[in-house]
């Protein structure tokens, strides 16, 4: 049975791609043009990539809110203020019933099985990650139902304990893992996708 793609939401957490703005970390190693140059890119292949199945509804979650321009014709939805975790339970919270699955818009390599694939773990699991090789993850997967607890809070981001801290505050549901993916965070993580394209 074809599931329908109103009651799965598919959410790429973007930041919008200008010269100066997001990806600090990568910026440091390769200078802010060629950040730039990868934060387009990798938006651009995951919104194709992802964007037409009819599986599931893609939302853009924007960073700042406004403009929004550069997210249409995506559904969009506002990240907000705070830690990456406030951010998360905020489009969580935000969006209409149904499974969601959030990934964030530097792994390019995602692909449309692997989009696939969390959907269906959501069909026997509580929640569904996408491990990340430097100790995060590349998405999270939530059945989501009424008052559910969030697994947020006390996460240390940005470190090599986000998946871990992530999964321990998830009280004994049940979880799924993805195969491991690598974000581009670093000139040395942008030098291996190059590579591998």
Known sequence: MRADPTQQHL?????????????RRLAADV??????????ASLGRLRRTLGSDPRWTLWIAVSPDRPTGWATPARVVAQGAGDLGERLSRVVRALP???????????????RRDVADAFSALGRHDAVFGPARD?????????????QHLPFDGVRWSTEHALADTMAAMDGRT???????????????????????
């Open 11 to 23: 959410v790429l957490f973007a930041r919008q791609p200008r010269y100066g703005v997001g990806k």
């Open 31 to 40: 200078g802010n043009l060629e950040a730039l140059r990868f934060a387009r």
């Open 97 to 111: 019933p149904g499974p969601l699955v959030i990934l964030g818009a530097d792994t390019p390599t995602v692909t």
């Open 135 to 147: 100790g995060g993850y590349w998405l999270i997967g939530l059945r989501r139902r009424l008052r």
């Open 175 to 197: 979880i799924a893992l993805l195969r491991t993916q690598e974000d581009v965070d670093d000139g040395p993580s942008l030098r291996r996708y190059l590579s591998r394209r």
